[in-house]
């Protein structure tokens, strides 16, 4: 499978606790994007990296929130501190020289 | 910033027939882009269909259509021949950049439902 994978898929955490998941993009695409998705509405934008450099941030990023992509292949965003508001769809998208957007499965995360 | 409004929470319709989910938004820019991915139940979303504001002639994918309205600010798709597998949750999206260098700005999705 050569798309975006995510890992976890799903992710149950009490609260107070950190939580980091993993994006694994399309291997030629050298941007990457971190969305958060709640029930009943559309993706939210938090941030993107154009190869390891972090371009973007959203205000929904708080300093909870951190995402790296060190080597500019996967990334990863953590958030610390949980909070029962952070419960969500976090999804990941890579895209290449033709700018579409490619998204991964998500990962669903629930905080207790 | 960029806001996009999808009226239409939900729409049901029977297989064959034509449909068509409405999008408005609101932008300052003069250039930019338009998005409709579809996101199947449990399952990642995929992109159906792209238009550049730029270009005047509606973007069309085989049973997929858009009518780009930029002085209305309006942005509908148009799905002919409906398919039990377009069963899906859509959403209109917006970007400066085509995509590329922002992050993509969506609405709140129209929940569409094929019936057989």
């Known amino acids: 499978d050569t798309g975006v994978s995510q890992d976890p898929r799903h992710k149950i955490t009490k609260r107070g606790q950190n939580v980091t998941f993993r994006c694994d993009p399309i291997?030629?695409?050298?941007?990457l994007y971190w969305y958060r998705q709640t029930l009943g509405q559309g993706p939210e934008f938090l941030t993107y990296?154009?190869?390891?450099?972090?371009?973007?941030k959203s205000r929904l990023l708080s300093d909870r929130f951190s995402a790296e992509r060190p080597k500019g292949s996967f990334s990863t965003l953590e958030i610390q501190r949980t909070e029962q508001g952070d419960s969500a769809m976090y999804l990941c998208?890579?895209?290449?020289?033709?700018?579409?957007?490619?998204f991964g499965p998500g990962t669903r995360l629930t905080v207790l | 910033a960029q806001t996009v409004t999808q009226s239409q929470p939900e729409m049901s319709v029977q297989e064959a027939e034509t449909v068509t989910l409405s999008c408005t938004y609101d932008t300052s820019e003069n250039n930019y882009y338009l998005f409709w991915y579809k996101q199947p139940p449990s399952r990642q979303m995929i992109l159906v269909i792209r238009?550049?504001?730029?270009?005047?002639q509606n973007a069309t994918e085989n049973r997929f259509s858009v009518n780009f309205q930029k002085a209305a600010k309006s942005f509908s798709l148009k799905i002919s021949d409906s398919q039990l597998g377009d069963t899906a949750m859509y959403f209109c999206?917006?970007?400066?950049?085509?995509?590329?260098?922002?992050?993509?700005?969506f609405g709140k999705g129209t929940h569409l439902i094929i019936q057989p």
């Open positions: 238009q550049e504001a730029y270009k005047q």
């Open positions: 999206a917006f970007s400066r950049t085509g995509g590329g260098a922002d992050g993509l700005t």
């Open positions: 291997s030629e695409h050298n941007r």
């Open positions: 998208a890579s895209s290449g020289i033709n700018n579409e957007q490619f």
């Open positions: 990296f154009q190869n390891e450099a972090q371009l973007e």
